[in-house]
């Protein structure tokens, strides 16, 4: 466990070190921005959707006492999908979606060996290759973690509107009342922390695989399980430290 932490903490290292080309690796950043925010874009928005709607009916159905206002269902739905479904679910499904096709991608260059031809023409490999996927990582999760929030709350509005279990009027005021702006910066510190484990770590399952095509979809799917494993940690650290 020791020897992987030293590793992983000179990978880093090694990873941002001062760039030989400025250009070259802004370009590269910007195409691992693409890759990260706008080819998750579409699986984060079905998700958010639908679980803020079924998180809106679950509460509804919850709230069978006639003293409890019906407008708790809009903050409860607020603040669960703030602090807790659009950051930490999201990010897990980020971890299967992003950090397979990092641990994949690095780990098949490992094995054709077009990692060390970088290293024979003095590139830095692991600024080039991983630091770009860290800084999209850090970036891009927390533009995901903000429209997730948008749709799930829009999602538990449908719910309303489709369901009736509550008037959307009554959600609206909910999802209005007592709004704590703590809340929005622990998902975003959450969401920033998560898309550096999920770059970190599955850059380096991939960057360290040896062998063949066998190897490269075990260090995937490593680096998914570590990642997923570690989102969790961090959730409850920052949970407890920042609330």
């Given at each position: 466990?020791?020897?992987?932490?030293?590793?992983?903490?000179?990978?880093?290292?090694?990873?941002?070190?001062?760039?030989?080309?400025?250009?070259?690796?802004?370009?590269?950043?910007?195409?691992?921005?693409?890759?990260?925010?706008?080819?998750?874009?579409?699986?984060?928005?079905i998700i958010s959707?639908?679980?803020?709607?079924?998180?809106?009916?679950?509460?509804?159905?919850?709230?069978?006492?006639?003293?409890?206002?019906?407008?708790?269902?809009?903050?409860?739905?607020?603040?669960?999908?703030?602090?807790?479904?659009?950051?930490?679910?999201?990010?897990?499904?980020?971890?299967?979606?992003?950090?397979?096709?990092?641990?994949?991608?690095?780990?098949?260059?490992?094995?054709?060996?077009?990692?060390?031809?970088?290293?024979?023409?003095?590139?830095?490999?692991?600024?080039?290759?991983?630091?770009?996927?860290?800084?999209?990582?850090i970036t891009m999760?927390?533009?995901?973690?903000?429209?997730?929030?948008?749709?799930?709350?829009?999602?538990?509005?449908?719910?309303?509107?489709?369901?009736?279990?509550?008037?959307?009027?009554?959600?609206?005021?909910?999802?209005?009342?007592?709004?704590?702006?703590?809340?929005?910066?622990?998902?975003?510190?959450?969401?920033?922390?998560?898309?550096?484990?999920?770059?970190?770590?599955?850059?380096?399952?991939?960057?360290?695989?040896?062998?063949?095509?066998?190897?490269?979809?075990?260090?995937?799917?490593?680096?998914?399980?570590?990642?997923?494993?570690?989102?969790?940690?961090?959730?409850?650290?920052?949970?407890?430290?920042?609330?």
């Amino acid at each position: 466990m020791f020897t992987s932490l030293g590793r992983y903490i000179l990978l880093l290292q090694l990873s941002f070190r001062k760039p030989e080309k400025f250009k070259v690796y802004w370009a590269e950043v910007m195409r691992e921005m693409v890759s990260v925010g706008i080819g998750s874009l579409g699986i984060i928005s079905i998700i958010s959707l639908f679980i803020g709607a079924a998180t809106t009916i679950q509460v509804a159905f919850q709230l069978s006492s006639p003293l409890v206002p019906r407008s708790i269902a809009g903050s409860i739905a607020r603040d669960s999908t703030i602090l807790e479904f659009s950051p930490t679910i999201s990010s897990l499904v980020l971890a299967g979606r992003v950090g397979s096709s990092i641990a994949s991608q690095i780990g098949t260059m490992r094995v054709t060996e077009q990692i060390d031809a970088l290293e024979i023409m003095g590139v830095n490999a692991p600024g080039y290759l991983i630091a770009p996927k860290i800084i999209a990582g850090i970036t891009m999760v927390p533009l995901l973690v903000i429209a997730s929030i948008t749709l799930g709350i829009t999602g538990g509005w449908l719910a309303c509107v489709l369901s009736g279990d509550v008037s959307p009027s009554d959600y609206i005021a909910g999802v209005q009342g007592d709004f704590n702006g703590l809340t929005v910066r622990v998902a975003l510190v959450k969401a920033a922390v998560f898309g550096f484990i999920i770059a970190s770590i599955c850059a380096y399952q991939g960057f360290y695989t040896s062998g063949g095509a066998l190897e490269v979809g075990q260090s995937a799917t490593k680096g998914v399980v570590y990642s997923c494993v570690m989102i969790l940690f961090a959730d409850l650290v920052i949970t407890r430290l920042m609330l």
